[in-house]
């Protein structure tokens, strides 16, 4: 059975801090891996990463992938107030009915203090 | 683009009562998937639809739960008899083949599901 474990749980920093998020992962026939950001209601795309070791990047956030440690960081630098939400990683498999069927970890909670 | 909707965004039932939720996908996605997600947790996959054909369902969609895409475009998930540990936050997400190579799919906002 896929797996996905994320650390830590929760995180608490203040306004400008940088922050790491871990994600781990077991999943027969891996696809690509996707981080999530879920402020109230619907998750919101962030990052889809197939290949090891090219970083994604959109404005402050980043992402890499380890295919070969099976294992992908979400980083987060200057954060803001708005930054505030639980993030979760999911993975893909590849090809038959399975596809695009996601996996998630449990999530991170990030709380951004001003 | 107007985004995937969902239908009640919340509804309070008694045990035993039976639910019905609707997902309209965005109207070129010939993917819908519905997940659950209860507090603490991630979303967990229960069934996935491609066109009107269900191609996949969990271990956790029980034999009270059955969910329908008849003609390939919107989607209801129904819950018989209905037990607390059904509560929970149940999301509808769609997506096209080319969609999810590149962005994962489009999530609503879910339907909150409290049995009392």
């Known amino acids: 059975e896929d797996k996905v474990v994320q650390s830590p749980l929760s995180l608490v920093v203040h306004e400008g801090d940088t922050v790491t998020l871990n994600c781990s992962y077991e999943v027969t026939n891996f696809r690509s891996l996707l981080w999530y950001k879920q402020e109230k209601k619907a998750p919101t795309f962030l990052f889809m990463l197939t290949s090891s070791g090219i970083e994604k990047k959109s404005g402050r956030l980043s992402s890499i992938l380890d295919k070969k440690e099976l294992f992908s960081i979400l980083n987060i630098t200057a954060t803001q107030t708005g930054d505030s939400a639980v993030y979760l990683c999911?993975?893909?498999?590849?090809?038959?009915?399975?596809?695009?069927?996601?996996?998630f970890g449990q999530g991170t909670i990030l709380t951004v203090h001003p | 683009d107007t985004g995937v909707s969902q239908d009640p965004r919340h509804k309070i039932t008694k045990r035993g009562q039976n639910v019905t939720f609707r997902c309209d996908p965005i109207s070129e996605h010939n993917r819908l998937y519905w997940y659950r997600q209860t507090l603490g947790q991630g979303p967990e996959f229960l069934t996935y639809f491609q066109n009107e054909a269900q191609l996949e369902k969990s271990r956790l969609l029980s034999d009270r739960f059955s969910a329908e895409r008849p003609k390939g475009s919107f989607s209801t998930l129904e819950i018989q008899r209905t037990e607390q540990g059904d509560s929970a936050m149940y999301l509808c997400?769609?997506?096209?083949?080319?969609?999810?190579?590149?962005?994962?799919?489009?999530f609503g906002s879910g339907t909150r599901l409290t049995v009392v």
């Open positions: 997400a769609s997506s096209s083949r080319d969609r999810t190579l590149i962005y994962g799919y489009t």
């Open positions: 999911a993975v893909a498999r590849a090809g038959g009915t399975s596809y695009g069927k996601l996996t």
